[in-house]
Every structure is written in C-alpha cells, then in structure tokens.
C-alpha cells in the first residue's frame, strides 16, 4: 500500500472507533441534538407571536414565525456539533491515548482526521433530526432540490470549519470541562445575528456586530435558499467564512498535534 493508502486506511480506522464511542456513550450526541430542537419550540411556541408580530412581512401574531425562526435555529445545530469534537479530543489527549498512538505504525494525519469526519458524521444526523422536527411543528420551506443540496452543503462546510477549530480547542484544553466551555459562544453567536430577529430591529452598536458578524451572512444564504427570501452578497460572504475557518483550523489543529501537546 502507498503512503496516502494507509493514511486513508487509518483514518478510517479512527472514524469507526469514534463512531462507536458516540454509540456507547450516546449522552453527548443526544445533548447536542435537543438543545437546538429546545430553542425551536421555546422560540415559535413561546416567543413566536410576539416576535413574529415585529418582523416586516410577517403576519400579526406572527404564524409564520417559525419560517423565519427556523433555518437560523437549524444552523445553531450545526455549530453544537463543535462540542462534540473539542471533548472527545481533549478526552484522548488527558487519558493519554495520544501517547500511545504516538508511538505506533500508524498515519499521523488519522487521528485528528477519525475525530473531524465523525463529528461531522454525527453532526449531520442531528441537522436531520432538527429538519424533521421543524417540519412537523409548521416550518415550510419552499426550496427546489438543488437548492436544499445547496443548503445542506454550506451546513457541512460550515459543520466542518467549526469541527476542525474544536479540534485545535481539544488540544490546548488543559480538561475535558475546559473543552466544553470553550465553544460555547460558537453556539450563541447566531443569537446575536439574524437567526432570532432581524439586525435592523436591535440597538445601534449590537446591530453594526449582528451585521459583520459570520453567522449574519451564513443565516442569511440558508434563509434565502429555503424560503426564496433576497441572498445578495451573503452568498458569497458565507463561503469565504467557511472556506477561511475551515483553513485557520486546519492548519492550528495539525500544527499543535505534529509540535506535540504540552501541559
């Protein structure tokens, strides 16, 4: 076998031992997939009318909230994904597993490679799980199928530019509590963009952030795939955020395993 044989051989060796940790452990993954399914039904059940009622378009009392409320919703779950990856590898790193695979005749590259490609893998069957939900409590995209092929790619990449920066976390955290608190803001940012309401409804200051911040454009491109509603620029902004976060922790992920972790 070839040299980026074994790598892909290995890697998918470490994908399928991180699947079946989730497997055995499943109190993480299932975290992750009902706290964005809770904000769903917190927001269109709780908050829905009186939000709704403030946004230009919407109806009074705000039925059609969850259209809106819903694709900034479904990407919040793509960044809880990030947790995932920064515990499971701050996990191996303090147990010294690490150490161990250091040691054997195995890809260097296979064991940050295992952990990104099953967080995505797990992240992925969570958007699933979100899309389903709201669609059953009312969310009605009208997107064609390419457009929904659209959507669901910009969900991976920006799943995989999240997945591989929690993975630089991992490794600099000193314990797995510490990995877990870390991305916690990757998780609240959409908050403080237009996933709940509108940047042109908040005070002068929180709507210049809500304006530049990545996760304005990326909602913005998934709205408008889904529900037809004006992308603009988004589009493009979007996937130079991506294509940046995913390059930054790439490139911080493998520079801190190949130097060595220290503590």
């Known amino acids: 076998m070839t040299s980026p044989s074994y790598a892909i051989s290995d890697s998918m060796t470490m994908l399928r031992r991180n699947l079946k940790h989730a497997l055995r452990y499943p109190s993480l993954p299932i975290t992750v997939v009902v706290m964005p399914v809770m904000m769903l039904l917190l927001f269109n059940y709780a908050f829905g009318s009186a939000l709704g009622t403030g946004i230009e378009g919407m109806p009074t009392g705000g039925d059609d909230y969850i259209d809106y409320v819903a694709p900034g919703i479904i990407l919040m779950a793509a960044t809880s994904g990030a947790l995932i990856t920064a515990i499971s590898v701050c996990v191996d790193v303090t147990e010294g597993i690490v150490n161990r695979f250091r040691t054997m005749a195995i890809s260097r590259a296979s064991f940050l490679t295992g952990h990104v490609l099953g967080s995505v893998i797990q992240t992925t069957i969570s958007l699933v799980f979100v899309v389903a939900i709201a669609l059953l409590v009312g969310f009605r995209p009208n997107a064609t199928p390419l457009e929904w092929l659209a959507a669901a790619g910009l969900l991976i990449l920006l799943t995989l530019a999240l ?28 908050f403080i963009g237009s996933a709940i309401v509108p940047p042109e409804s908040m005070p002068t200051g929180l709507r210049w952030f809500a304006e530049y911040q990545p996760f304005t454009p990326l909602i913005e491109t998934l709205r408008g795939l889904l529900m037809g509603t004006e992308i603009g620029s988004s589009g493009y902004i979007a996937l130079a955020w991506c294509l940046g976060l995913t390059l930054v922790g790439y490139l911080w992920a493998r520079t801190t395993f190949n130097r060595g972790i220290r503590r």
Do not use: C, H, R, Y
């Not at 920066?165 to 803001?185: C, F, H, Q, R, W």
């Open 163 to 190: 997945t591989w920066l929690s993975a630089g976390i991992g490794l600099v955290a000193k314990t797995p509590e510490t990995a877990s608190n870390i991305p916690m803001p990757l998780q609240f940012l959409p």
